[in-house]
């Protein structure tokens, strides 16, 4: 090395960490020992320095030969996270506070008509109207909060919001409300009310608005019923909704009693300057046993139509078929009885006998006959195998004395396809006086207590020619149908 240079050695490090440092030129020569001490100790500084830096530049868990740590967990999804607040939530939330409850159904089936009617309408049917094809029947949504007889105030008070959409709503609108055909003939409010219950002996329960009638075994929703088709005591016979106040009251566990003040059957906007009265007596003398005499009296014939042709100058609306006036004042008086047998606790049997009467029908007036009259007898059976797997069966007789309930609706009024062999959509038919039975067998299957599905064999007999075989009148009707509806 030249006199310009610097030399520097390390030797290894060992006991006391000695370094020998040593450095050549023609300056260095003369540092003394203890400026060779501090060089030593400022060396050594820089070495720990550097490495400490090596060490957090490489990583702790590399230089001791450790695992590398885990990566990072991927981030929650949504349903963890809701899941965790839900967990961390104590209080209830307003919707469970007030006591709501939301549900509803989803209905969908096929019907095969083998009479083939060129039609495509399965005559006198009630829901089930289209031959051959699949239908989207209805889709519900319910909301309500049920009044509770115990509690304060408002654990008295309720209300229900029950929603139609789809094809069945055509049947279950309010008859008076709508005109056939128009756009909004496939939803409606089945039920819309308030109801309270008065602290008065064992609490008066008080319901205003749009309700399910009193009326009949059967109901409109489907999956609440023994079969999938209706029959045609309720379809053709009996009131669906009612419009008005009830009031109910249980006088004790064996006794119920309801009393209604309404619009009418079915009567939105009440058709007359009249009032109906609905009752219902229901007894249960035992837990195998129960009887309810239900009924309605009070005038149904409109001296004003809502819905139909409604103008100035057509103030009572259309003319009944035949050509005769309705007489308002007239009165409707209905009755019938529901009684429920259960001999085994797999059976159930219930036989429903009923029988109507109206004063001045104008309808029947073009048979030859003073009042209308029509009347019936159903009877129920159900098995059940299981809970996922059930039989049920119906018979029926129907009699329509005056023909005023069947063979003289539109397509898409009340009844259906109420209309007969030799009818069409815009003209009513002729009305029939006739006789109508059924006998219905169906199967149930719950996969799951959500979904429920159905198959069901139907025939159809009357003392008239009124369903179609293609285009030839015939006194018979089979269809076959599958039922598949799912709760929520």
């Known amino acids: 090395m030249d006199a310009e240079g610097l030399e520097v050695s390390h030797?290894?490090?060992?006991?006391?960490?000695?370094?020998?440092?040593?450095?050549?030129?023609?300056?260095?020569?003369?540092?003394?020992?203890?400026?060779?001490?501090?060089?030593?100790?400022?060396?050594?500084?820089?070495?720990?320095?550097?490495?400490?830096?090596?060490?957090?530049?490489?990583?702790?868990?590399?230089?001791?030969?450790?695992?590398p740590a885990p990566a990072p967990a991927s981030p929650p999804t949504v349903e963890e996270r809701?899941?965790?607040?839900?967990k961390k939530i104590e209080a209830p939330s307003l919707w469970k506070t007030l006591g709501f409850k939301a549900s509803g159904f989803?209905?969908?089936?096929?019907?095969?008509?083998?009479?083939?009617?060129?039609?495509?309408?399965?005559?006198?049917?009630?829901?089930d109207t289209n031959a051959n094809a699949f239908m989207a029947h209805l889709f519900q949504l319910m909301v309500e909060r049920p009044a509770e007889a115990g509690g304060d105030v408002l654990d008295r008070a309720g209300f229900?919001?029950?929603?139609?959409?789809?094809?069945?709503?055509?049947?279950?609108?309010?008859?008076?409300?709508?005109?056939?055909?128009?756009?909004?003939d496939?939803?409606?409010?089945?039920?819309?009310?308030?109801?309270?219950?008065?602290?008065i002996g064992n609490g008066l329960k008080i319901q205003a608005g749009k309700m399910n009638t009193l009326i009949g075994y059967e109901v409109i929703n489907s999956f609440e019923n023994n079969n999938f088709s209706r029959s045609f005591m309720f379809g053709l016979g009996q009131a669906f909704t009612t419009t008005g106040i009830r009031f109910t009251y249980q006088l004790n566990p064996m006794v119920l009693a309801s009393l209604g003040i309404v619009n009418g059957w079915?009567?939105?906007?009440?058709?007359?300057?009249?009032?109906?009265?609905e009752y219902l007596v229901a007894l249960t003398p035992h837990d195998k046993v129960g009887v309810s005499w239900y009924g309605s009296w009070g005038p149904e014939q409109a001296n004003r139509n809502y819905g139909d042709t409604f103008t100035p100058t057509n103030l009572a609306g259309p003319t009944p078929t035949g050509g005769a006036a309705g007489n308002p004042s007239a009165k409707r008086f209905a009755n019938g009885l529901i009684i429920t047998l259960k001999p085994t606790i797999k059976?159930?049997?219930?036989?429903?006998?009923?029988?109507?009467?109206?004063?001045?029908n104008p309808v029947a007036a073009t048979t030859g006959k003073p009042n209308a009259r029509w009347d019936g007898v159903a009877g129920y059976l159900t098995h059940d195998f299981t809970d996922q797997f059930s039989f049920r069966l119906r018979g029926e007789i129907f009699e329509d004395a005056g023909g005023s309930r069947t063979c003289g609706g539109y397509f898409n009024t009340a009844g259906g396809s109420n209309t007969c062999a030799g009818a069409t959509n815009t003209t009513p038919a002729?009305?029939?006086?006739?006789?109508?039975?059924?006998?219905?067998?169906?199967?149930?299957?719950?996969?799951?207590?959500?979904?429920?599905?159905?198959?069901?064999?139907?025939?159809?007999?009357?003392?008239?020619?009124?369903?179609?075989y293609g285009s030839r009148p015939t006194n018979n009707q089979e269809t076959l149908s599958f039922q598949v509806i799912y709760l929520f």
């Open 11 to 67: 030797k290894g490090v060992r006991g006391d960490d000695v370094v020998e440092v040593r450095a050549a030129s023609r300056v260095s020569k003369g540092i003394t020992n203890r400026t060779r001490e501090d060089v030593i100790m400022l060396l050594r500084s820089l070495i720990g320095i550097g490495f400490c830096v090596l060490l957090s530049l490489i990583g702790g868990n590399s230089v001791f030969g450790q695992e």
């Open 106 to 127: 989803l209905d969908v089936a096929y019907t095969q008509n083998f009479n083939n009617p060129n039609s495509n309408l399965n005559q006198l049917h009630i829901f």
């Open 347 to 360: 059976d159930t049997i219930v036989i429903e006998p009923y029988y109507v009467n109206e004063a001045s």
């Open 160 to 184: 229900r919001a029950r929603l139609n959409f789809g094809l069945d709503s055509r049947v279950t609108r309010a008859r008076t409300n709508y005109q056939p055909g128009t756009s909004n």
């Open 186 to 199: 496939e939803m409606d409010f089945q039920e819309l009310y308030a109801e309270y219950i008065l602290p």
């Open 266 to 277: 079915d009567n939105v906007d009440d058709n007359n300057k009249g009032k109906t009265l």
């Open 82 to 86: 809701l899941d965790s607040l839900e």
């Open 430 to 468: 002729t009305p029939v006086a006739q006789t109508l039975w059924e006998i219905t067998p169906t199967l149930q299957f719950k996969p799951v207590p959500s979904l429920i599905t159905r198959v069901e064999f139907r025939y159809d007999k009357s003392d008239k020619n009124v369903f179609l």
